[in-house]
């Protein structure tokens, strides 16, 4: 397992801007696939995005398609979640994930997929 720890979180207003970090310390985070999830209280996890290890593709769940870009920095050992446009309804802790192997693409949409996860780290957006 690889231990990830999140940063950037914060409260931001409606349309805002906000990156997330994950960095990744004891292995080297472009041998992973990637994921970032988020959730809120009650509700199951779901997923944000997530980057391929083998060819760099990223998928992109439905409400943040167009806004969120996920990126990763290979000399930082870092994954990045940019969000923009942001809405009262992106307001969740955002978990990163790792996972190894090379699942299909529907299948790193599931939370089962990754068996390393962060802390989360807390986004509010309101006014």
């Known amino acids: 397992q690889v231990q990830l720890v999140e940063s950037g979180g914060g409260l931001v207003q409606p349309g805002g801007s906000l990156r997330l970090s994950c960095t990744a310390s004891?292995?080297?985070?472009?041998?992973?696939?990637m994921a970032w999830f988020r959730q809120v209280p009650g509700k199951e996890r779901e997923f944000v995005a997530s980057?391929?290890?083998?060819?760099?593709?990223?998928y992109y769940g439905d409400s943040v398609k167009g806004r969120f870009t996920v990126s990763r920095d290979n000399g930082k050992n870092t994954l990045y979640l940019h969000m923009s446009g942001l809405y009262l309804e992106d307001t969740a802790v955002y978990y990163c994930?790792?996972?190894?192997?090379?699942?299909?693409?529907?299948?790193?949409?599931?939370?089962?997929?990754?068996?390393?996860w962060g802390q989360g780290t807390q986004v509010t957006v309101s006014s």
């Open positions: 980057l391929r290890r083998s060819n760099g593709n990223k």
């Open positions: 004891g292995h080297t985070l472009s041998s992973f696939n």
């Open positions: 994930a790792a996972g190894a192997g090379n699942p299909t693409a529907l299948y790193l949409r599931f939370a089962s997929t990754y068996d390393s």
